[in-house]
């Protein structure tokens, strides 16, 4: 499609797109309103579950769900439900995030936020989920239903065995980090987890990563741990923007960790990963590929300070295709080297987490499997008059030369900061700002350059805290 037809189309739908606004608000507001009156009620029958907790050690590298950075001494809220809506105002100036049709528009959110915090002895139980409804002023193809869902269930079955469950899960309309909140981490990424590097131009996108270990604690020091993970990102392109269709992926990982706790704060371990994800749809390096990788980690985490924790990874993978690229033939095995490190500091007053790993991921939609190389930087700053500030930044690499007759290479720089003020009655304010800038050269069938950044001030509303056990 080109620009003019394009920009034709969307003059005719701009005219007629007033009054599905309102139409689409009202949708909204009627929406909200039977969550708010089936939610709350509903959970409340979970007081009965029993929660596990640990003591503090710094973050291991592995499978499992990436605790979040938070200023030392800090707690959060246990043993309760809680229930928030809210309203934003966004204002994104390129939303099909192509600069070849840069169109800005604003929109209204109409957000809620459901919590559940569980912690005893045996059980451990954070949930979060939120929905929001999207209400563009001129495109209305956009205005839909989103949802962003985190989980983190840990469940000890006897003295020995301890059960996990983790998932993080989205389905919405484009990237909105202004609106869904930045999570800012303590510790190493997943090597399990979707590129978080790579965007796409705007599409309904389906995210979806859940996990399941068990672990078998033999001694104080020694335990080993049985994991796996399922993976499974999918893309609906509308036909607004030209190009050819984004790889869908679906994986199925499994491994088995060793950990030996050296002293007190200083733990060593071997993870061993075997990772199957059949990519499908895409064109430029084959309809349908499946890849698998054989990972080999060797990770040491220490708490050097009582406010200062590392963790370093390292090991060789070796991946191979079973289907055939654009050559006709499957891809020979090859090894790779993957390596990463990551740094946190929480003080009464500030937290920063540094981080950046090597290793061979998917392509984010744009590629199949590739090296892939990141940093990440998370700052969480306490400020005066109640103020909270969290600032995040990263950098990432997408690089196919694993594929011999491929030279593609993507390139991202992210950025941004969310200023929290919470309010009388547990109301909290929200003014963010975000920022992405990517650029990609050689034999990419899609233009994936673009500059994207959203403004978005929102308020929620605090409706009710329901406690449950003790």
């Known amino acids: 499609m080109s620009g003019n037809q394009f920009g034709a189309e969307r003059e005719g739908s701009e005219l007629n797109h007033t009054g599905g606004f309102w139409r689409g608000a009202r949708r909204a507001t009627t929406f909200l309103a039977i969550f708010v009156a089936i939610f709350p009620s509903a959970l409340v029958a979970q007081n009965g579950l029993p929660a596990v907790g640990g003591a503090a050690q710094a973050a ?3 499978a499992g769900a990436q605790a979040p950075l938070q200023f030392a001494g800090q707690t959060e809220a246990l043993n309760q439900v809680t229930f928030m809506v809210g309203a934003s105002t966004l204002y994104d100036d390129n939303i099909l995030a192509n600069n070849k049709i840069r169109r800005g528009d604003e929109a209204l959110s109409l957000n809620s936020d459901l919590g559940i915090s569980r912690r005893s002895d045996r059980l451990l139980i954070n949930f979060d989920y939120e929905p929001f409804y999207l209400l563009y002023r001129q495109f209305g193809q956009y205005d839909h239903l989103n949802h962003f869902a985190n989980l983190n269930l840990n469940v ?66 020694t335990s080993f741990t049985l994991s796996g993970g399922y993976n499974q990102l999918k893309f609906s392109n509308h036909g607004l923007v030209a190009g050819p269709n984004l790889y869908n992926a679906t994986g199925m990982s499994g491994g088995l960790q060793y950990q030996y706790r050296m002293t007190e704060h200083t733990t060593f371990g071997v993870l061993a990963l075997h990772q199957d994800t059949t990519y499908q749809g895409g064109q430029i390096l084959g309809n349908r590929l499946r890849f698998q990788i054989e990972s080999a980690y060797v990770f040491l985490a220490s708490r050097l300070a009582p406010s200062v924790t590392v963790s370093i990874n390292g090991g060789p993978q070796y991946f191979r295709t079973l289907g055939t690229s654009l050559a006709g033939t499957s891809i020979p095995g090859k090894v790779q080297g993957a390596v990463g490190g990551s740094i946190t500091k929480e003080v009464r007053k500030s937290a920063v987490n540094l981080t ?24 969480r700053r306490r400020m005066v008059g109640q103020w909270d500030a969290n600032i995040h930044g990263g950098a990432g690499r997408a690089d196919t030369s694993l594929f011999e007759l491929a030279t593609g290479k993507t390139d991202s720089v992210t950025a941004g900061v969310d200023f929290i003020r919470p309010m ?33 001030v929102t308020y929620d509303f605090r409706l009710k805290a329901i406690p449950f056990g003790r």
């Open 60 to 62: 291991v590298f592995g």
């Open 156 to 221: 000890r079955l006897t003295q020995r065995f301890i059960l996990a469950l983790h998932n993080t899960f989205s389905y919405q309309e484009g990237a909105y980090p202004t609106l869904v909140g930045q999570q800012l981490t303590a510790g190493p990424a997943s090597p399990t987890g979707l590129n978080q590097t790579i965007f796409p131009y705007t599409t309904r996108t389906l995210s979806n990563t859940p996990g399941l270990d068990l672990t078998f604690v033999r001694s104080r020091r």
């Open 356 to 379: 950046v790993q090597r290793s061979v991921t998917d392509g984010g939609g744009y590629y199949t499997s590739l090296i892939n190389t990141s940093s990440t930087l998370g700052v």
């Open 424 to 456: 009388r009655g547990g109301d909290v304010l929200h003014v963010a700002f975000d920022t992405t800038h990517q650029t990609s050269k050689g034999n990419l069938a899609v233009a994936a350059n673009f500059d994207r950044n959203q403004v978005t």
